[in-house]
Structure formats: structure tokens, C-alpha cells
């Protein structure tokens, strides 16, 4: 489990890198052709992971219940995501995996209400949710590389 949360961190800090070397309206901005940006895949994997692994789980998220509500599978960015806020996710980021780990050394999680993920990968554990949600992580973060890639070919229009 170690090395998978490990691998998730790596992919978060190569997301913060992201984060901190674009703009602020750059991470705010749905290019042509996406239904969301930068910002809202950086925090839907934090929302991702707290559903998969504490929520099935009959857990109490470890977040703010609004980001769950703003973020969750589904929705669309609503509004313009500040640099306070951003700096505040990106202690999250951080904080959840950190958290996760000392949950799961604890022995917390005892129950799971299995699940079938749009990938197609039925989830029985939060173990299973450990090892599925760094695929997630991925995911979302080279979606967030696609965005920032259209955003700088529109720039140069």
C-alpha cells in the first residue's frame, strides 16, 4: 500500500508543479472542446479519493463536504477558483493521502459498500480503492496536460 500512496503523491506533486506554473486564468479556464480545466481536475482526484476510500466505507469524509458537492463525478466548474483557495487544495492534496496512510495503518476502515467504477473495475475494499485511485490520479492529471496544451495553442492564435 505504501508504494501505491507513494506513486499518487509523486502524481499530486507533478500536478502542484502544474498548478504553480500556470495562471491563474489558465487554471480557470474551459478551452474549446473540454467540459472543465485545470483546477477542477486538480481537486476532483482529492474528491475522488474521499469518496472511494472513506465514503464507501460508511466514513465521514476527511474534507470540506462542499468540495464533494463542487467536484464530484458529474459536475462542471462553477465559478472562478482564487489563489487562496488553490494554496488551501493544494495543503489538501497533500494532507488526504498523508491522512489516508495513518488510517489505513490504524486499521479504520473495517466496512466497504462495493463499487463499480466508470472504468469498469468493481471496487470491494479500500484496499481496491487504494490500489484504483492513483489510475485515477493519472488520469485527471494528463487530462489537466491536454487543457494547458490547447490553452497555450489558443494563445498562440
Request: with cysteine.
Amino acid at each position: 500500500m505504501k508504494h501505491l500512496l507513494n506513486i499518487s503523491r509523486q502524481t499530486r506533486e507533478n500536478f502542484i508543479r502544474l498548478i504553480e506554473t500556470s495562471t491563474i486564468e489558465e487554471l480557470n479556464e474551459v478551452p474549446a472542446g473540454f467540459s472543465n480545466n485545470i483546477i477542477w481536475n486538480f481537486v476532483h482526484i482529492m474528491t475522488s479519493q474521499q469518496l472511494l476510500c472513506y465514503q464507501l466505507a460508511g466514513l465521514n469524509p476527511i474534507i470540506d463536504p462542499a468540495y464533494i458537492l463542487a467536484y464530484k463525478k458529474g459536475t462542471r466548474p462553477e465559478g472562478f477558483v482564487n489563489a487562496e483557495e488553490i494554496n488551501t487544495i493544494k495543503g489538501l492534496i497533500r494532507n488526504t493521502i498523508d491522512q489516508l496512510e495513518k488510517d489505513l495503518d490504524n486499521n479504520l476502515f473495517v466496512n466497504y459498500n462495493a463499487f463499480t467504477t466508470s472504468f469498469g473495475v468493481e471496487l470491494k475494499s479500500t484496499n481496491d480503492a487504494v490500489q484504483f485511485f492513483p489510475v485515477h490520479d493519472a488520469l485527471h492529471y494528463g487530462y489537466a496536460l491536454a487543457i494547458k496544451k490547447a490553452l497555450n495553442k489558443t494563445d498562440k492564435n
